[in-house]
């Protein structure tokens, strides 16, 4: 593989082959065609490995979507247009090889190996005769131009060296299709086109995996001092007094810097961007009218301001450090404001009003101007409401309709009720089944169907991801042109007999496939029947 850096098992199928067509070359047949059915099993396994690892690159894809939206779409874009490019070609390779194994007869049921398999003329009439390999080589040519195309034109090159999917052109006047189909038996042709699979695969994962790795690349970096203000809560009750820490993020552990409150001068100026320019002066006097020092205890300023009157206190400031090359002082401008509240209770469930039977549903708690470890929750219904290391609560009901999540707070040193808050307690919904929590019903190749393991409940658009639904069993009815088998399996994985029959290949165009009686736990311990599934193999 010209100029490609490839994995170990890359390597070593990519050698197997050329070893094996070298001892054709020399007519060792029985031996090297059951040696190519071994190597074309382990590219086999290779391929579904590169699409479970690209399958999981793309469930990270959509984790980073619940972080980040608006910095992972375009690069999950990008990834997604990859894989469109890479099904294309590995479905129009899979055409070619479901059209080689027809004529040489198909798989010998108990052999496992092609009927005809030591056949020369049917990889050379399609493929040399017919056109069809110089097709198969454009395409990879241009499946392989596509997938870097995606890429940015300053990156194309480093990828280009290391991308597996390539054309080697002979180095005399035959064609690359004669060098690779003529008189090749016909288990030789199956393998190469394996091989291509595996290698647009490979490709695929290379260029996805590459987009994934550009979120955190494209995360921005702090190249700028500023000042933070930092504050337990921004609102207090009558009474309290409002508390905040003043830092300079960046700065260094061997100096505090000073901080000081007071009335901006005229020399404090923000940018277009609304933020607070950096001062610069030979004078260590601060930028401040009214200015008063702040203590500043490693490395944070701590102010104490006392809460009056209801509504919104504001205040100002600078921290000053000394210039690093100490020709005087810079100042970085803060501002900062708090509310002054009458006594309430705020409960903010991350589910809206309604909790669901059988999850620990997460609860926010707080009371303005009260610590979190001075604030107690209570659930009176039937479950369960622990308090989380962070101060957060998560309840688990255990059983369904109106209840109440009701708060006291420890206020200078005696408990107080402030408030309560109802919730509707209601069941998980239904999940849907799918196939490896990918493919629900429709038509599906079989050559994607081949490598599919079982059902997985998936819900949709449900608040919580982590809720489990764990399979019980269901049936599965095979339909093919010799009549119906139905097989019964008792967890998520394929009957073992089912699993050795689409392993066989007996899983083909024409075929139907239907997942019924499904029955599944739900997170509350409830048994649940689900929707069939019905999978036509449309190729």
């Known amino acids: 593989m010209a100029g490609s850096k490839q994995t170990p098992r890359q390597k070593m199928i990519n050698m197997m082959y050329l070893v094996l067509t070298a001892m054709l070359a020399l007519n060792v047949t029985s031996e090297v065609l059951n040696a190519f059915k071994t190597v074309d099993d382990g590219i086999g396994r290779s391929n579904h490995s590169l699409q479970v690892k690209t399958a999981g690159l793309f469930n990270e894809f959509n984790t980073q979507m619940q972080v980040d939206a608006r910095k992972t779409e375009p690069y999950k874009l990008k990834a997604e247009e990859a894989r469109k490019v890479s099904i294309a070609l590995y479905d129009r390779i899979e055409a070619y090889k479901q059209q080689v194994i ?21 990889a050379t009439r399609l493929f040399v005769e017919q056109k069809h390999g110089k097709e198969l080589k ?19 090159k480093a990828l280009e060296s290391a991308m597996p999917l390539v054309i080697e052109e002979p180095t005399d006047n035959l064609s690359w299709e004669f060098h690779k189909f003529n008189h090749v038996p016909t288990v030789a042709a199956v393998t190469l086109l394996s091989k291509y699979q595996n290698d647009i695969l490979a490709s695929e994962n290379q260029i996805v995996e590459y987009f994934y790795k550009q979120i955190d690349r494209a995360s921005i970096k702090v190249d700028k001092m500023t000042a933070l203000v930092s504050a337990p809560s921004s609102y207090i009750m009558q009474g309290l007094s409002y508390k905040a820490s003043i830092m300079l993020t960046a700065y260094s552990s061997t100096e505090n810097p000073d901080v000081f409150l007071g009335t901006f001068t005229s020399q404090v100026k923000k940018n277009a961007a609304g933020i607070y320019e950096e001062i610069n002066s030979t004078s260590e006097d601060p930028p401040l009218a009214n200015a008063r020092k702040v203590d500043v205890t490693d490395g944070l300023g701590k102010i104490q301001m006392q809460g009056g009157s209801v509504g919104e206190s504001r205040y100002t400031g600078v921290i000053r450090v000394k210039d690093p090359s100490g020709n005087g002082y810079k100042f970085y401008p803060f501002e900062g404001q708090y509310q002054v509240a009458a006594k309430s209770a705020v409960v903010s469930p991350t589910a809206m009003n309604v909790l669901y039977e059988g999850l620990d549903n997460p609860l926010s708690v707080s009371v303005p101007g ?3 470890r001075d604030v107690t929750a209570t659930y009176d219904g039937p479950g369960t409401l622990s308090k989380q290391p962070d101060g957060s609560y998560s309840v688990k009901p255990a059983g369904r309709g109106n209840f109440k999540v009701k708060i006291t707070a420890k206020v200078d040193g005696n408990n107080m009720s402030m408030g309560e808050m109802s919730f509707r307690v209601k069941r998980v919904p239904d999940p849907q089944p799918t196939l490896d929590g990918i493919y629900s019903s429709g038509n599906m190749s079989a050559a994607k169907f081949k490598v599919t393991n079982g059902v997985v409940p998936k819900l949709t658009d449900f608040v919580f991801d982590k809720a489990r639904f764990d399979i019980i069993s269901y049936k599965i009815v095979f339909i093919n042109a010799d009549g ?3 097989f019964t399996s008792t967890s998520a994985q394929y009957d073992p007999k089912f699993k050795t029959l689409v392993e066989k290949g007996r899983v083909k165009k024409g075929c139907t496939v239907v997942f019924e009686d499904i029955y599944v736990r739900d997170p509350a311990g409830q048994r649940r029947p689900l929707t069939p599934i019905a999978i036509a193999i449309n190729s």
């Open 102 to 122: 027809k004529e040489a007869g198909g798989f010998d049921k108990e052999s496992g190996q092609l009927k005809d398999n030591d056949n020369i003329d049917i």
């Open 138 to 156: 454009e395409d990879i040519l241009r499946t392989r131009q596509q997938l870097l195309a995606i890429a940015p034109e300053n990156e194309r």
């Open 370 to 372: 009260v610590a979190q």
């Open 484 to 486: 119906e088998q139905i």
